[in-house]
């Protein structure tokens, strides 16, 4: 069940995405009096479709992408017959370099604005949820072995990153992205900075990688999966964990310590509950795991906006996730970041929207998504709308406009530079998820 709603929750994210950059390109060109031969949302065989005035509206058995054939144009079709023939007034190559410019960012632009749309709905509806450095220094954070190896030790607390002070965990991966990032950290009153290595967000998204820094928390059993050891031994929901053989184990990380010590082994669990206190003999398995949920005992905080406070921030949340790309591209030409541990394919896309619905998370994610597809459609690379920019760019300047033959060409290699990235996508998600 978690595998279809992941895929589900995909397939739609995709749609949207696609369905409305498409639209963009469309709408564009119809203004312009280009002809809109097809519009398909998935790539064929055609499931469903019909025909209204000239365009041929249809959805693909291949959810993973779409198109629109616009008359008269070089794209990823690949049908040069019609270039064969003198111009045709509705065609796309007829109309003035301006025009086919707008045609060819449309679809970037509508992508950018339906992003911003969802994020100041987000702000507005919902809010901003997020951890407070408050509530992490509450009693401190558990250092993970790469925070170890730069020196940040279990207890710290969070101070400053970059020289500012912070208010929400999350600004923490501004300390990974920025060149010369930095954290200041607090242990027994003393303040401390640590310099941030290069290359430290590249070991982070190593497929083994334990994660960086999580604050120490209290915690209890949420629920406890049927069959399971903990089921077995008597664990019931509910239930606060005091002690596993004999040590005391208040916060979670000291909870799985005591666990990953003891993997194959059984355990004496001292749990409290309301009938009372009481003792349980729980078998370990392999991968130091009883079975249950636990209830991570961290208070969120909730940040409300006004619909006019909500339009800056929603813009501002939207941009920066393009800020945020450009930084990543930036350590991967500096070799600080491995291309193959940031690119992945739909399976990573797949994860990130995660085995259950919750419609905050889908939309945020999505509206993410939407501004990554803006960006990555905007690279000068022929085939993607980028590279057909860059060339009417050179023709606005220039005032000579790229032969046909040349497009043509053009279009070839960038299908065949797409065709190998997409590869190499998939290939890192197979090694990341299988291997």
């Not at 509450?138 to 208010?167: F, L, S, Y």
């Not at 990554?372 to 920019?389: E, K, R, W």
Request: with cysteine; proline share 4%.
């Amino acid at each position: 069940m978690e595998i279809i709603v992941m895929i589900t929750q995909l397939i739609l994210g995709l749609s949207i995405l696609v369905g409305v950059h498409e639209l963009g390109h469309m709408l564009t060109a119809k203004y312009f009096g280009m002809r809109v031969e097809k519009f398909s949302i998935g790539f064929p065989p055609k499931i469903v479709g019909f025909k209204k005035g000239e365009t041929e509206y249809s959805i693909g058995a291949i959810p993973l992408g779409g198109f629109v054939k616009i008359s008269g144009m070089v794209d990823e079709s690949m049908d040069t017959e019609t270039l064969k023939a003198p111009p045709q007034p509705w065609e796309f190559r007829s109309k003035p370099a301006w025009q086919r410019l707008i045609v060819m960012l449309g679809g970037i632009l509508v992508n950018v604005l339906i992003a911003f749309i969802i994020n100041i709905a987000l702000c507005f509806i919902v809010g901003e949820e997020y951890i407070s450095i408050d509530e992490v220094n509450k009693h401190g954070i558990v250092a993970r072995p790469i925070a170890k190896e730069i020196g940040i030790e279990t207890g710290d607390h969070i101070v400053a990153v970059n020289g500012k002070k912070i208010h929400d965990i999350a600004e923490l991966s501004e300390a990974f992205l920025n060149q010369n990032g930095s954290i200041t950290i607090s242990r027994n009153g003393v303040e401390k900075n640590i310099i941030i290595p290069a290359n430290l967000l590249d070991k982070l998204v190593e497929k083994n990688a334990e994660g960086f820094i999580e604050p120490i928390m209290a915690y209890k059993v949420l629920e406890v999966a049927e069959g399971s050891n903990a089921e077995k031994g008597g664990l019931e929901d509910g239930d606060s964990i005091m002690q596993i053989n004999g040590i005391n184990v208040p916060f979670y990380h000291l909870f799985k310590d005591q666990l990953n010590a003891n993997k194959n082994k059984k355990v004496e669990v001292l749990v409290h509950r309301a009938a009372g206190d009481k003792k349980l003999t729980i078998q370990v398995d392999s991968a130091g795991v009883l079975g249950f949920r636990p209830d991570l005992l961290i208070e969120p905080s909730v940040r409300k906006f006004t619909f006019l406070e909500s339009i800056p921030r929603g813009i501002t949340n939207s941009i920066k996730v393009v800020t945020d790309q450009i930084k990543a591209f930036t350590k991967i030409f500096k070799g600080e970041l491995k291309a193959s541990n940031s690119v992945g394919s739909f399976f990573s896309i797949g994860k990130a929207y995660g085995p259950i619905w919750e419609w905050d998370h889908f939309w945020s994610l999505t509206a993410t998504l939407s501004m990554v597809l803006a960006f990555m459609n905007l690279l000068p690379i022929p085939a993607l709308d980028g590279g057909h920019v860059m060339f009417l760019f050179y023709e606005i300047v220039s005032g000579k406009k790229p032969s046909d033959s040349f497009l043509e060409n053009a279009q070839k290699i960038g299908m065949a530079i797409l065709l190998a990235l997409m590869l190499f996508a998939i290939s890192n998600d197979v090694i990341r998820n299988f291997f």
